[in-house]
């Protein structure tokens, strides 16, 4: 029985220029979907899969994900005070969600570094990294159906999707081959590959399950694709001694990093709330979707 993944990492120290000027001086993870920023999302995720502890590398001018997932005593003092009770417990259970803890990457210098930072967190245990702006709607939360395929095999395991057409070449892409349904060996990986030479339509997104060795290859890892340090060049050197698994996941993943997806994703969301779906159903009904 392989080791029990109960710690995940954020990488949260990205500039977020898909988003300017909304993340000149707001963290992107901090985008509200709906009512809720986008990184509550993917840590509810995590809890739900049954991670005990999360580490969140940040960068400057993400403090207000600090603040978010900390207890706010004059708030929740006021919310009381005002027989809010209802909007009191909604605060409140921000800060019990998970124990989480913080570490600054001073440079950003892509997500194998970020995930560098976090090497004296994980102290030498598999552990889970998931990206805040790939929001997830599934019945069963994409990391515990990743989780499924670790407990089996013991090796690190990729979300995947397939991506049709050239968006393939925004992503890492996987040469894989498909053990059972949806459950994938990998082969070989590249990132950012021109369409012509992209391997598959299996694009690697935001949720990985690693071992601890894959730290030595990041350490080792020359910058690549964007003069970064990029996580698909250290995995790609791990995969040369140990085996790599993906999982095409059941649900929706919305790119919520990037502005089209993350409309999408606040129509779907607000869509599923049943104190919103109705009323909204009916006003996007109500529009003129021809421009007349």
Same mark, same amino acid.
């Given at each position: 029985?392989?080791?029990?993944?109960?710690?995940?990492?954020?990488?949260?120290?990205?500039?977020?220029?898909?988003?300017?000027?909304?993340?000149?001086?707001?963290?992107?993870?901090?985008?509200?979907?709906?009512?809720?920023?986008?990184?509550?999302?993917?840590?509810?995720?995590?809890?739900?899969?049954?991670?005990?502890?999360?580490?969140?590398?940040?960068?400057?001018?993400?403090?207000?994900?600090?603040?978010?997932? /900390? !207890?706010?005593? *004059?708030? =929740?003092?006021?919310?009381? %005070?005002? &027989?809010? +009770?209802?909007?009191?417990?909604? @605060?409140?259970?921000?800060?019990?969600?998970?124990?989480?803890?913080?570490?600054?990457?001073?440079?950003?210098?892509?997500?194998?570094?970020?995930?560098?930072?976090?090497?004296?967190?994980?102290?030498?245990?598999?552990?889970?990294?998931?990206?805040?702006?790939?929001?997830?709607?599934?019945?069963?939360?994409?990391?515990?159906?990743?989780?499924?395929?670790?407990?089996?095999?013991?090796?690190?395991?990729?979300?995947?999707?397939?991506?049709?057409?050239?968006?393939?070449?925004?992503?890492?892409?996987?040469?894989?081959?498909?053990?059972?349904?949806?459950?994938?060996?990998?082969?070989?990986?590249?990132?950012?590959?021109?369409?012509?030479?992209?391997?598959?339509?299996?694009?690697?997104?935001?949720?990985?399950?690693?071992?601890? /060795? !894959?730290?030595? *290859?990041? =350490?080792?890892?020359?910058? %690549?694709? &964007?003069? +970064?340090?990029?996580?698909?060049? @250290?995995?790609?050197?791990?995969?040369?001694?140990?085996?790599?698994?993906?999982?095409?996941?059941?649900?929706?993943?919305?790119?919520?990093?990037?502005?089209?997806?993350?409309?999408?994703?606040?129509?779907?969301?607000?869509?599923?709330?049943?104190?919103?779906?109705?009323?909204?159903?009916?006003?996007?009904?109500?529009?003129?979707?021809?421009?007349?």
């Amino acid at each position: 029985m392989p080791q029990k993944i109960r710690k995940a990492v954020f990488p949260a120290a990205g500039l977020g220029t898909r988003f300017l000027p909304a993340t000149k001086a707001s963290p992107k993870e901090m985008l509200p979907l709906v009512d809720k920023p986008l990184i509550q999302y993917v840590v509810e995720e995590a809890v739900e899969s049954g991670v005990e502890s999360i580490i969140i590398v940040t960068g400057r001018g993400k403090s207000a994900i600090e603040d978010h997932f /900390d !207890i706010s005593f *004059e708030l =929740e003092n006021m919310l009381r %005070g005002r &027989g809010k +009770e209802e909007l009191f417990e909604a @605060a409140r259970s921000v800060s019990e969600l998970a124990r989480i803890s913080y570490v600054r990457q001073k440079q950003a210098l892509g997500l194998g570094h970020a995930i560098l930072q976090a090497k004296d967190f994980v102290e030498g245990e598999p552990f889970a990294v998931m990206l805040a702006d790939d929001i997830v709607d599934a019945e069963v939360p994409a990391l515990k159906q990743m989780l499924a395929v670790y407990e089996e095999t013991g090796a690190p395991v990729l979300g995947t999707m397939q991506v049709e057409g050239s968006a393939i070449s925004r992503f890492g892409v996987l040469d894989a081959e498909e053990v059972r349904p949806g459950v994938f060996r990998v082969r070989d990986m590249v990132e950012k590959p021109r369409y012509e030479d992209a391997p598959s339509d299996l694009a690697i997104i935001g949720r990985y399950i690693l071992t601890p /060795d !894959i730290f030595g *290859e990041i =350490e080792r890892t020359e910058p %690549g694709a &964007g003069g +970064e340090i990029q996580i698909t060049d @250290a995995m790609r050197a791990l995969l040369k001694r140990r085996e790599f698994y993906a999982v095409r996941f059941e649900g929706t993943r919305h790119d919520a990093g990037d502005k089209l997806g993350f409309l999408v994703a606040t129509v779907e969301f607000a869509l599923k709330r049943p104190d919103l779906g109705p009323q909204f159903r009916e006003y996007l009904r109500s529009l003129n979707l021809n421009g007349e």
